[in-house]
């Protein structure tokens, strides 16, 4: 069984900062691209940002220059730091992750999901 656990979301004023994590536990053998993805009310998912496990990374372009993500391999842990936040980034964030458990093929786990508000 594989847990992903979020943490780090709140309430801020435009232009304030967040840092939201997310660490993956449970019988896990590898872990691959892990990621972070949002969901403002009424709107589909959309990818926020991606980390490979040799650290490439990928943007959306709404954020480029504001999000940076961030990993920690030893910990099967992703950072997502928010600067400059907009009211536009609200949503709720999620943490996804490719994890590989017992040698098994590679699948896509959820993070349960932290609210982010920005204020304006």
């Known amino acids: 069984q594989v847990q992903l656990v979020e943490s780090g979301g709140g309430l801020v004023q435009a232009g304030g900062a967040l840092r939201l994590s997310c660490a993956a536990s449970?019988?896990?053998?590898?872990?691959?691209?892990m990621g972070w993805y949002r969901q403002a009310p009424g709107k589909q998912r959309e990818l926020v940002a991606t980390?490979?496990?040799?650290?490439?990374?990928i943007y959306a372009d709404s954020v480029k220059g504001r999000f940076t993500i961030s990993r920690d391999n030893a910990k099967n842990a992703v950072f997502l730091q928010m600067n400059s936040l907009k009211p536009e980034d609200t949503a709720v964030y999620y943490c996804?992750?490719?994890?590989?458990?017992?040698?098994?093929?590679?699948?896509?786990?959820w993070g349960q999901g932290t609210q982010v508000t920005v204020s304006s």
């Open positions: 996804n992750a490719l994890i590989s458990i017992a040698m098994q093929k590679y699948r896509g786990y």
């Open positions: 449970g019988s896990i053998f590898g872990v691959d691209n």
């Open positions: 980390v490979t496990s040799g650290g490439v990374t």
